[in-house]
């Protein structure tokens, strides 16, 4: 549920729409997609109790990665990325209900350029 809010959420937000026309993919891109894309998953889930002791908000680290042609471009669609999930806090009856950017890093290899993301969720299970 929570990766569908944050498809959601990427594939609506202004600007980005019409930079990557859909191309938004949870885990893998398919084969041979055109520059630029996004790629996101979950890296891992902590459910340590929260202040009150309850279980029911557990974090996820969410890794979103932002494939283009130049750094440029790559560094663009990742300004969205931000724009649209740092500091979202989404109310019910969604799932998540607050996220925050833990992470950014850079990565090229001989066809593409990357900017890499890491996004902290609490969510409601």
Known sequence: MIEEEIHARLSEWPGLRGRVHGR???????????????????????YAPTFD??????TALFSVDCYAATLKEARDIAALVRAALDGWNAEPPAALMQAWLENEEYA??????AV??????MYRK
């Not at 938004?24 to 902590?46: C, G, H, K, M, Q």
């Not at 890499?116 to 969720?121: D, K, P, R, S, T």
């Open 53 to 58: 002791q309850s279980k029911d908000a557990p």
């Open 116 to 121: 890499l993301l890491e996004f902290g969720v």
């Open 24 to 46: 938004i993919y949870p885990l893998d891109a398919e084969p041979n997609s055109s520059f630029p894309y996004i790629v996101f998953s979950r890296e891992s889930t902590n």
């Open 108 to 113: 090229r290899d001989d066809t593409a350029r």
